[in-house]
T-cell receptor
Framework: DGGITQSPKYLFRKEGQNVTLSCEQNLNHDAMYWYRQDPGQGLRLIYYSQIVNDFQKGDIAEGYSVSREKKESFPLTVTSAQKNPTAFYLC???????????FGSGTRLTVV | QQQVKQSPQSLIVQKGGISIINCAYENTAFDYFPWYQQFPGKGPALLIAIRPDVSEKKEGRFTISFNKSAKQFSLHIMDSQPGDSATYFCAASRDSNYQLIWGAGTKLIIKP
């Protein structure tokens, strides 16, 4: 079955540590997105990529970095510069033709 | 001009009743209006979507009503069930840029 796989489901980060969240899709979608969701809040765009080897900052990119070396993969690194990283992180992809987004099941990141 | 305003923030409806969530937009270039449903701990999933060439679209108990002149669209859930309890997001996008602009979300609770 086609879809988006995010891993891990839960992640714990120590202060000052960088962590990488994985996002893989087998839908052959061109565009991929990373969102952050805080409890009871909406979706805030971190980074997005419309083609391989190219990505753009979203509304809250500070303290985050991404890469897009393969069409299927769009990993997100939460750096030590992100002072409040505890949140639910969602990856999505879209097919250029219909604009509907497919989301992964999310990674819950907690700072310990 | 890029905003999509969603209301109410939260909504409680009795089982069997009609749930109505509203969204308004400013950018007349938007031409795709989806609704997403998100259960706790999961990623949002596309529920139903409409384009501005029609005023209404119905899929089962879910209906989108679209008012182009007022720049508003709404989601109606008929015969609401406890399983419909979730957070609902409206969104909008333009043909030339398939990045979705999201509403803030509505937490819907259906009381048995």
């Amino acid at each position: 079955d086609g879809g988006i796989t995010q891993s891990p489901k839960y992640l714990f980060r120590k202060e000052g540590q960088n962590v990488t969240l994985s996002c893989e899709q087998n839908l052959n979608h061109d565009a991929m997105y990373w969102y952050r969701q805080d409890p009871g809040q909406g979706l805030r765009l971190i980074y997005y990529s419309q083609i391989v080897n190219d990505f753009q900052k979203g509304d809250i990119a500070e303290g985050y970095s991404v890469s897009r070396e393969k069409k299927e993969s769009f990993p997100l690194t939460v750096t030590s510069a992100q002072k409040n990283p505890t949140a639910f992180y969602l990856c999505a992809s879209t097919d250029r033709a219909n604009y509907g987004y497919t989301f992964g099941s999310g990674t819950r990141l907690t700072v310990v | 001009q890029q905003q999509v305003k969603q209301s109410p923030q939260s909504l409680i409806v009795q089982k069997g009743g009609i749930s109505i969530i509203n969204c308004a937009y400013e950018n007349t270039a938007f031409d795709y209006f989806p609704w997403y449903q998100q259960f706790p701990g999961k990623g949002p999933a596309l529920l139903i979507a409409i384009r501005p060439d029609v005023s209404e679209k119905k899929e089962g108990r879910f209906t989108i009503s679209f008012n182009k002149s007022a720049k508003q669209f709404s989601l109606h859930i008929m015969d609401s069930q406890p399983g419909d309890s979730a957070t609902y997001f409206c969104a909008a996008s333009r043909d030339s840029n398939y990045q979705l602009i999201w509403g803030a979300g509505t937490k819907l609770i259906i009381k048995p």
